[in-house]
């Protein structure tokens, strides 16, 4: 199996975080870990995002990747900070091939036949399915998924609690990603909520 098959099996959702403050990064990964969610995307959408991969790597049993990644120097930044895996909106040959060079674990996004051909000719097998409701949803990764057998997806992007079954239900999909887990809500109070983020969490983590 191949290392980025193992991310995706280790389990069912892969929060998708934007950290914006660094004092918040452990906590929430405290919380999720807590909760079964061991693989954590940040996304390099804040200034802090390269730091918070530092600082969530040291929380016990976390795999701490990277998101957002949109070219080959923040995909070598981000494999500085420790990232144990890179994840991208979309795929370029460029940041592919540096991927591959780096040996870093790669999920690229795909939404169309040709992106999935561009993956392919660089020999990736496992994408991302960004952004998968408004791309067609699982009606429109059922249909990719039959030129294209033997692809492994995560899909991302529109996807809750109440939704993520009718995805993991389908074969290719071997988890899915989304940002509901943590929200502006888990900070109101002025400090972090982990309670309800190791709840929601623990319900993720408990779909098939
Ligand atoms: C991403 O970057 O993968 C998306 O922003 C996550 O999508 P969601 O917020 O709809 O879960």
């Not at 389990?11 to 918040?24: G, K, M, N, S, T």
Request: hydrophobic letters at 45%.
């Amino acid at each position: 199996m191949k290392p980025i098959e193992t991310i995706m099996r280790t389990a069912p959702v892969i929060p998708v975080l934007v950290i914006e403050e660094i004092d918040h990064a452990v906590p929430i990964a405290e919380a999720l870990v807590a909760g079964g969610l061991r693989v954590l995307e940040v996304t390099l959408r804040t200034t802090c995002g390269l730091e918070a991969i530092a600082a969530m790597k040291q929380v016990d049993g976390a795999i701490v990747g990277a998101g957002t990644v949109t070219n080959p120097e923040q995909l070598h930044r981000a494999v500085e900070a420790g990232s144990e895996f890179i994840v991208s909106p979309g795929l370029t040959t460029d940041l592919g091939q540096a991927a591959i060079q780096s040996g870093v674990p790669f999920l690229p996004g795909v939404a169309t036949a040709g992106d999935i051909m561009r993956g392919m000719d660089l020999g990736l097998e496992h994408f991302k399915f960004f952004p998968a409701e408004t791309s067609g949803g699982l009606p429109a990764l059922k249909a990719l998924s039959g030129p294209f057998g033997g692809l492994k997806f995560c899909p991302t992007g529109g996807i809750r609690q109440e939704t993520a079954p009718d995805w993991l239900a389908f074969d290719p999909v071997l988890c899915v990603g989304g940002s509901w887990l943590v929200g502006q809500k888990d900070f109101a109070s002025g400090k972090i909520d982990g309670e309800a983020i190791t709840a929601r969490a623990r319900d993720a983590a408990a779909i098939a």
